[in-house]
């Protein structure tokens, strides 16, 4: 019970205590009269009770939605663009559906702009760019895509900071990036299917994607095969749970064989499920420490070369604004940042401290999540989507890992019982304890005779359905979406903005002016990453003078403001046109002092690709 409820109730009680202690009352409370009866003259003893009064026209607690959509299952890929869709209609002054390019297959690469026009162009604004699903068994991000494109517009003019957000960011939102593997995954038998579907030859005998798993017992899902063969098998059923096949120990006889995954060997070579749809890794094929194949498996010939891949990166060159990076990926509960390799060395220290502040954060934001470097905290990868965007594309560029089993059983009661190995929810047994009792069986399929085509008589069975590990249950799936929003939200909140704050004119002479003014960026992460400044993959950002008659006569970087006396000269041709290089670091002011010839408006403007536009008008006079 809450404080709240407490005190409520004690006023009740006091209420109540007072009506039965009144003069005159004797009877129980069912009993009193109504007011109306009471003899004239008299003023009525007991409350009256009314109809109850009509409190639905007053406004309600909760807000209304505009747009009713469902976080609490998985969307193919006609389901994801019917939301895109509905959202879109819904929103049309915000939003714009729009198409990267074709996957291997010819569907739609489909996506959304989020930008308000009243503030200016998306391609001006410094934008997020938010994608999923290019491995395409890990789905659940394409989900929370969604569901970011319909919190922004269901509280934009309603919550404060969401009204911000969307006036001064665009937002680019991919909810699959492989959606060929996505409705594999949902429609087909692909339990693993992280690939594209670009035919490749996995098992080198010339033939493409000639003997894939198969669904033989049409449930949808990919299972074991197992034989009873009574004294002759090297497995046996577990003793905790019959529903776990366990290997026999040395010396032991089993009652089971395994026969591997569902499947029929078609081209006879004594393998099943052997070369299945395409078999690489699209998360390999971007061209920041891409590998070949020998050195990383899936890398395909060269970077770029896998539609979806080249699709997305087509969009990200031709929208240079992109400051702010998420790829969605699963499992494990993870906020990564590159290198992917250890090899390529980190990251300089201001670019570290960038980086770090965020997952700091954003670990707060996501409990059950680590902030890792890729390499050191995951495996290595060449490559990777994140490694392109940092070092390629200069965006300040992050991966989720979503989806932490740890979340099943979160107390710390329940983490000690974990400990336990006889506890149900010790971590061998928890798959089955939830599934038992939270998902009332809907995530095992149990053992059952099928009779195979060439193995005879088998049972198929004992598999987790591929949305089981990766995926939440889909009843923690808001969760999950909304967590992970939040971050990316709090990501591009803090990606740079450029201002131009305090500025001082002074007369010095006929004409002669000192003009001082503060450039900002009072953001986490700076205009141009040190690392993109040191392969010149971003601009220099630029400080440019515009005004009928007016000149520079000199520039200079005043190196304290409260103690002016040293300054340190800008050594520039164009002193109307000013490069910054290294941009402006996260939350600096930098003072510049212009000595100026001239009257009339002077007019300043800092252009940053990353970190947007500011612009100020100082008058001489
Ligand atoms: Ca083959
Ligand atoms: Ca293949
Ligand atoms: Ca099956
Ligand atoms: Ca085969
Ligand atoms: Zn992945």
Same mark, same amino acid.
């Given at each position: 019970? =809450? ?24 009877? !129980? ?15 009525? $003893? ?76 998306? $391609? ?92 033989? =017992? ?42 591997? !995954? ?42 770029? !070369? ?58 707060? @934001? ?68 939830? =599934? ?17 085509? !060439? %193995? ?11 949305? %089981? ?83 520079? @006569? ?33 939350? $600096? ?33």
């Amino acid at each position: 019970m =809450n404080n709240l409820c407490r005190l409520t109730t004690a006023a009740a009680l006091l209420m109540a205590v007072a009506v039965f202690t009144s003069p005159g009352v004797s009877g !129980q409370a069912g009993q009193a009269k109504p007011a109306a009866q009471a003899p004239a003259g008299k003023p009525p $003893t007991t409350a009256t009770r009314a109809t109850p009064k009509d409190w639905t026209q007053a406004p309600s607690s909760e807000r209304p939605y505009k747009v009713r959509l469902d976080f609490d299952r998985w969307h193919d890929v006609a389901e994801l663009q019917a939301d895109l869709r509905t959202l879109e209609k819904a929103y049309p002054k915000f939003l714009k559906y729009i198409v990267l390019g074709k996957s291997y297959d010819g569907r739609d690469i489909a996506g959304m702009i989020v930008n308000n026009p009243d503030t200016g162009p998306d $391609t001006g604004k410094p934008a997020m760019y938010i994608e999923a699903n290019i491995h395409g068994n890990e789905i659940q991000g394409g989900e929370i895509c969604i569901y970011t494109i319909w919190y922004l517009m269901e509280n934009y003019g309603k919550l404060d900071r969401i009204t911000k957000l969307v006036d001064e960011r665009a937002f680019y939102i991919v909810p699959t990036v492989n959606p060929d593997g996505r409705d594999y995954f949902m429609h087909g038998a692909g339990g693993n299917s992280r690939t594209g579907h670009m035919p490749v030859d996995d098992d080198n005998d010339y033939q493409f994607d000639e003997d894939g798993p198969e669904d033989l =017992n049409g449930n949808g899902i990919i299972e074991q095969i197992r034989k009873y063969v009574p004294g002759q098998g090297n497995y046996k059923k577990s003793a905790i749970d019959p529903r776990i096949m366990e290997p026999v120990k040395p010396g032991e006889v089993g009652d089971y064989i395994m026969l591997g !995954q569902e499947g029929i060997d078609h081209d006879g070579d004594g393998r099943v499920g052997e070369d299945g749809p395409g078999s690489y890794d699209p998360n390999r094929n971007f061209a920041s420490d891409w590998q070949p194949n020998y050195i990383q498996g899936g890398a395909m010939d060269y970077p770029f !070369q896998l539609p979806e891949a080249k699709a997305v990166n087509d969009f990200w060159m031709s929208h240079p604004n992109i400051a702010g990076l998420q790829t969605y990926h699963n499992n494990g509960g993870m906020i990564l940042r590159s290198p992917g390799a250890e090899w390529t060395g980190d990251y300089p220290a201001s670019d570290v401290r960038a980086y770090d502040e965020l997952g700091r954060n954003a670990e707060r @934001i996501l409990p059950f999540y680590k902030y890792l470097v890729i390499w050191s905290g995951l495996y290595t990868v060449h490559g990777g989507v994140t490694d392109w965007g940092n070092d390629g594309l200069g965006i300040v560029s992050f991966s989720n890992e979503l989806w932490n089993n740890g979340q099943y059983f979160t107390s710390p009661e329940l983490k000690d019982q974990q400990r336990d190995p006889n506890s149900p929810i010790a971590p061998r047994m928890a798959n089955y304890f939830f =599934n038992d009792f939270l998902e009332f069986g809907d995530e095992l399929t149990e053992w059952k005779e099928f009779d195979h085509p !060439q %193995f005879g008589k088998v049972e198929i069975g004992g598999t987790f359905k591929k949305t %089981f590990g990766r995926l939440p249950p889909r009843f923690m799936n808001e969760e999950l979406c909304h967590r992970n929003m939040a971050w990316t939200l709090y990501q591009a909140d803090e990606m740079p903005k450029v201002t131009l704050g305090q500025s001082k004119v002074e007369k010095l002479g006929d004409g002669i002016f000192k003009v001082w003014l503060d450039l900002g960026n009072p953001k986490v992460a700076p205009t141009i990453l040190a690392k993109a400044a040191m392969n010149n993959v971003v601009p220099p950002d630029l400080l440019t003078v515009d005004g009928k008659g007016i000149e520079i @006569i000199s520039a200079s970087w005043v190196t304290d403001k409260w103690r002016p006396a040293v300054a340190q000269s800008i050594d520039q041709k164009d002193l109307k046109r000013i490069m910054l290089r290294n941009g402006l670091s996260g939350r $600096t002011t930098k003072t510049i002092q212009y000595l100026v010839k001239g009257t009339g408006p002077m007019v300043v403007r800092y252009a940053s690709q990353k970190g947007g536009i500011a612009e100020k008008t100082l008058t001489l006079q």
